[in-house]
């Protein structure tokens, strides 16, 4: 990945995630350059680390487990501002 940045100048993200809760692999990102990171960054309001945590979770539940991720982390947030 490195290389054919260092040959063509072509940016790239790399995110990987399992999609079976009985793999064992840690969310992994790389990217070329710190334009992915700001890219993710000015996109999504979020770093690219989240996205990929986000998107692991996405892979493991679907849908309906991402929107129990997002309801706790709203639960989470409102006992934190009492």
Known sequence: MHALHAW??????????RSDVTDYLCP???TTSEHGVDF????????LT??????EAYCLLG????????????????EGSL
Not at 40 to 47: E, G, M
């Open 8 to 17: 063509t100048g072509t940016e790239m993200i790399f995110i990987a995630v």
């Open 28 to 30: 992994l990102v790389s």
């Open 63 to 78: 849908i309906e487990g991402r929107f129990l991720v997002y309801l706790y982390q709203c639960i989470v947030s409102h």
């Open 50 to 55: 989240t996205l990929a945590l986000r998107y």
């Open 40 to 47: 993710i960054r000015l996109a999504t309001k979020s770093d």
